[in-house]
T-cell receptor, first 110, second 112 residues
Framework: SQQGEEDPQALSIQEGENATMNCSYKTSINNLQWYRQNSGRGLVHLILIRSNEREKHSGRLRVTLDTSKKSSSLLITASRAADTASYFCATDDSWGKLQFGAGTQVVVTP | DAGVIQSPRHEVTEMGQEVTLRCKPISGHNSLFWYRQTMMRGLELLIYFNNNVPIDDSGMPEDRFSAKMPNASFSTLKIQPSEPRDSAVYFC??????????FGPGTRLTVT
């Protein structure tokens, strides 16, 4: 079963625009992680935010976490064509067992 | 570091045949995960190991699936007998102390 649910399922933007995607989950978590998957490739870890953190930045990425609403958002600023990929949130229980959402497919056009 | 290594990258087999997928985790990582990804079901965790010991195999779909980790640098996922519905991309991932996971390139399995 999938713990995280991403929204929207697909997103199409132009280079330079910001991309925002959301993740909702159902049960309490230890931390929440975001991953990127390029077509035909394995997932790549982007950022981890702990349950006691509210916001985290990494380069052009900004992640927020609202544990009261059981939701997280990933913002990609100044998007590039190379950001075209599927983005997944994953929630982590205390044993490190990740449950992935269905993903948001992002297409960035030049 | 070479990252997580999986072999083969592609496997095409006939229904009823045995399939063995292989994974070499990143050196020094102590957790290893096997996932399956399909369009219909998304990314599913099949089994994971910590310090070579299976911790949770509740995601293994049937007794036809088995996984082993004989040492810290090698793991196998075996399907016997294989069925067409097992067609998927199988990923292996490793991590250190349950933090971010590093995924291999995957094995695309097609069972005809």
């Amino acid at each position: 079963s999938q713990q995280g649910e991403e929204d929207p399922q697909a997103l199409s933007i132009q280079e330079g625009e910001n991309a925002t995607m959301n993740c909702s989950y159902k049960t309490s978590i230890n931390n929440l992680q975001w991953y990127r998957q390029n077509s035909g490739r394995g997932l790549v870890h982007l950022i981890l935010i702990r349950s006691n953190e509210r916001e985290k930045h990494s380069g052009r990425l900004r992640v927020t976490l609202d544990t009261s609403k059981k939701s997280s958002s990933l913002l990609i600023t100044a998007s590039r064509a190379a950001d075209t990929a599927s983005y997944f949130c994953a929630t982590d229980d205390s044993w490190g067992k990740l449950q992935f959402g269905a993903g948001t497919q992002v297409v960035v056009t030049p | 570091d070479a990252g997580v290594i999986q072999s083969p990258r592609h496997e095409v087999t006939e229904m009823g045949q045995e399939v063995t997928l292989r994974c070499k985790p990143i050196s020094g990582h102590n957790s290893l995960f096997w996932y399956r990804q399909t369009m219909m079901r998304g990314l599913e965790l099949l089994i994971y190991f910590n310090n070579n010991v299976p911790i949770d195999d509740s995601g293994m779909p049937e007794d036809r699936f088995s996984a082993k980790m004989p040492n810290a640098s090698f793991s196998t996922l075996k399907i016997q007998p294989s069925e067409p519905r097992d067609s998927a991309v199988y990923f292996c991932a490793s991590s250190l102390n349950y933090y971010e996971q590093y995924f291999g390139p995957g094995t695309r399995l097609t069972v005809t």
